[in-house]
């Protein structure tokens, strides 16, 4: 699970479109509460989902710095 806040939703909503269409599908199905949503996203192995959960926590990361 990730959560997508304030503070990621705009570089995070910048970087969807060239992420798996998994990701994206997650995103625009999930409802937003609270100005977040929870992602739930499952890994099955090291693919381009995979690939695109590591961006998403740098993104979490990068905006917890600030």
Do not use: C, S
């Not at 910048?14 to 499952?42: A, C, F, S, V």
């Amino acid at each position: 699970m990730v959560v997508i806040g304030p503070k990621e939703k705009e570089m995070f909503e910048e970087l969807l479109p060239t992420m798996d269409e998994r990701i994206q599908d997650i995103y625009m199905h999930t409802k937003e509460g609270n100005h977040q949503k929870w992602l739930m996203i499952d890994l099955e192995d090291k693919n381009q989902v995979y690939e695109d959960l590591k961006m998403i926590l740098h993104i979490r990361a990068d905006g917890k710095m600030k």
